[in-house]
């Protein structure tokens, strides 16, 4: 079996699914005799021709909405957006549209569209080239919000969406794009959206995270694994809809929570996760629960931006901190 | 009808049918539009100023909520559509009611819509056109999508997209256009030049001379056209799809129409425009010029005119009755139609409605 990195895991899954669905459309900018600006669609126009992957004029609004057009006839588009910080050109579409069209229509229009976007800090790119605002997408109703953190749940992750129903939002952590290879195999496989998954198990906290902040996390739980202190860390894969039963019955059984995400705190969707865990675990709680997150504040540019960015030493600070509550 | 002699930046405009109902441009007449077709699109003409009347009506008496009229539109609703053919896609804005009519979307769904429930968007499997969208100019990269996914499939379909005046200062409304032009998208963009975008005058919207010169900048056609006549819309719509149609690629048409309504029933023209200017527009009704045609032919009787209004006046009533009666009230609509599968959270928040509505207690864990 290939070890494969990120970048490698999504272009095999576009690949293999292709090949089977032919209803299939890439089209971005710089997708196609390109292959993207990190590559993830490198060799797929030479594969599947240029009405298979297209090179679109610059405009995300339109690569988004004439996406939804050619969902509505017949195709299943796979429009990617450059950087998530370009995104918000293409919001309109999504929150008016992408996001409606199933009920808006009493189920006679469905988008089964699966939207793809690098996303996150971390690599020292350019000013608007680093956010993570993946909480405004999962606050909007009829849309599913999926980030893998593995080159293994990439691949299941990308093509369960791209069998999904309905339409989803595939934000790859472009911190981590080849910064961890894992076997990966080849053929079909999925990993089912909206199930979170717990990398490693523990009894004394429940850390969750998702994307890049996996990883931190991970890192962290080693570091404190040396204290004693055993922390279990969620990846959540899906952040909506939300899988709060696997975070809930994780904090039941060790009573202490701490939330992970780069974005910024405040309305962030650690926010969400803590009101579900009162909602649902408030008697199982032992200490208050910790957010580690990126600051209410605009990503810095690259001399800074590595104090913005939450690491395992934060993360492991806020473990001993509600272990020891 | 040749496109190319209507250049906008060369001020030219398609005219067929004067405002007395005289036709100054007999050699624009496409061959296919026979003095019984034209009975029989003026009769949508007819329904289609009945329905949209009925509609105020009903608003008017609490049956209805905020509703957008069409008087005035009736000619670029009807002249339009009307050169579709089986296959082919409409995508409307909100003011083209007797366009979605004439392409076979019920009445009553139409006012269900407008009454207030989302069913009224459940069109029937055969109808291609697309729901009523209101975030104005968004419509139109839809549109776009339709017509490439169409010359993927080598459909020979087109896709016609409505959109108003102010639709065209939104960066949609060139994204999609340059789309279209650098795809060759087989669509025709007809823009609904209605002079206001609520309160704001055409003038204030551009500074461009005219709306169709736009298309000039995307590579591709743009054509003016007497909005108010029924065979000029005909005729340029006609030749517009005969080029989407056999591979030559999108046309812009702007027809210069006026909106004797306001934007909706929420709105005050009178705070921006003169009743003087209203006044002078009426005479340029699009149902006058085209009965007045008719009369001159001899096609058409008092006694046959009479019968017509009441028919759909006696029609429109029932489909308005038939979209009261078939409102479904039923709470659970609001959560089942976001996802394929519901998911926990919305099963859990149906049900909290169906406890609060059966006025039980509240659901211990959520």
């Known amino acids: 079996m ?40 490198d060799g797929l126009q030479a594969l599947f021709g240029p009405d298979r992957v297209v090179d679109t004029p610059l405009a995300e609004a339109a690569i988004v909405g004439t996406s939804i057009g050619l969902a509505l006839g017949g195709f299943k588009p796979v429009p990617e957006i450059q950087f998530m910080g370009f995104l918000p050109a293409a919001l309109d579409q999504i929150i008016c549209h992408v996001s409606r069209y199933r009920n808006r229509s009493r189920g006679r229009y469905t988008l089964p569209l699966v939207i793809r976007a690098p996303y996150g800090a971390g690599i020292h790119a350019p000013e608007h080239h680093s956010e993570s605002t993946e909480a405004i997408l999962a606050h909007l109703p009829g849309l599913k919000v999926v980030i893998p953190s593995t080159p293994y749940d990439a691949k299941g992750l ?32 999925t990993v089912p959206l909206a199930t979170a998954k717990v990398v490693r198990e523990g009894d004394a906290v429940t850390v969750v995270a998702w994307g890049s902040m996996v990883r931190e996390a991970v890192r962290a739980a080693e570091l404190v694994a040396e204290e004693g202190i055993a922390a279990e860390v969620i990846d959540l894969r899906t952040i909506a809809p939300l899988d709060d039963e696997t975070i809930v019955a994780s904090i039941r059984k060790t009573g202490r ?69 | 009808m040749n496109l190319a002699d209507f250049d906008p930046l060369a001020g030219r405009r398609v005219e067929i049918l004067d405002i007395q109902g005289n036709v100054v441009g007999r050699d624009l007449r496409p061959a296919d539009l026979s003095d019984a077709r034209l009975l029989d699109l003026y009769d949508r003409m007819v329904y289609l100023r009945v329905a949209d009347q009925q509609a105020l009506t009903m608003q008017r008496a609490g049956r209805m909520g905020t509703y957008p009229p069409t008087l005035g539109q009736e000619a670029a609703n009807i002249g339009s559509a009307a050169v579709l053919e089986e296959g082919d896609w409409l995508v409307p804005s909100f003011r083209e009611m007797g366009a979605m009519l004439l392409r076979g979307v019920p009445l009553a769904l139409i006012y269900m819509y407008w009454m207030g429930s989302e069913w009224g968007s459940h069109f029937p499997e055969n109808v291609r056109v697309l729901p009523i969208c209101a975030p104005v100019g968004t419509q139109i990269s839809h549109g776009v999508g339709l017509a490439w996914a169409a010359k993927l499939k080598k459909e020979g379909t087109v896709t016609l997209i409505y959109f108003g005046d102010g639709a065209t200062s939104k960066g949609d409304c060139h994204e999609a256009m340059n789309f279209a032009g650098v795809f060759q998208t087989p669509c025709i963009f007809f823009c609904q030049n ?3 975008a609520i309160s704001v005058p055409r003038s204030t919207q551009t500074a461009a001379a005219t709306l169709a010169q736009k298309a000039v900048a995307y590579g591709f056609p743009g054509v003016m056209v007497d909005g108010n006549d029924l065979l000029a819309v005909y005729a340029a719509t006609q030749a517009a799809a005969a080029q989407a149609r056999s591979g030559g ?52 009787t008092p006694a046959a005119e009479t019968e017509r209004w009441e028919r759909y006046r006696a029609l429109v009533q029932a489909e308005a009755k038939k979209a009261e009666a078939a409102i479904p009230l039923n709470p659970d609509d609001i959560f089942d139609y976001h996802y394929a599968t519901l998911p926990p959270y919305l099963a859990f928040q149906k049900d909290y409605l169906h406890r609060i509505l059966a006025g039980r207690g509240e659901p211990t864990d959520g």
């Open chain 2, 194 to 196: 209605n002079q206001y």
């Open chain 1, 257 to 325: 929570g701490v939330i992970v995400h780069e974005a910024c705190r405040t309305c962030g969707l650690g926010a969400e996760i803590m009101a579900r865990i009162q909602e649902k675990a408030f008697l199982s709680l032992a200490a208050p629960l910790e957010r580690v997150t990126g600051f209410d504040t605009i990503v810095p540019l690259l001399k800074l931006e590595d104090h913005y960015l939450p690491d395992a030493g934060r993360v492991s600070r806020a473990i001993r901190k509600v272990v020891r509550f």
């Open chain 2, 249 to 300: 690629g999108p046309v812009f048409i702007e027809a210069q129409t006026y909106r004797l309504g306001p934007h909706t029933t929420a709105d005050d023209p009178s705070r921006y425009r003169l009743e003087e200017e209203v006044k002078a527009q009426e005479s340029d009704d699009p149902l006058r010029r085209v009965r007045l045609y008719l009369e001159k032919q001899g096609l058409l």
């Open chain 1, 2 to 41: 290939a070890k494969l990195n990120m970048v490698e895991a999504i272009n095999l899954a576009l690949k293999e699914e292709m090949t089977q669905d032919e209803s299939i459309i890439i089209l971005g900018e710089d997708v196609g005799r390109l292959g993207g600006v990190f590559r993830v669609t």
């Open chain 1, 158 to 189: 990308l093509l369960a969406a791209l069998r999904d129903p309905d339409p989803v939002v595939f934000l790859e952590p472009k911190r981590i794009y080849r910064a961890i290879r894992e076997e990966v195999p080849e053929g079909d496989y």
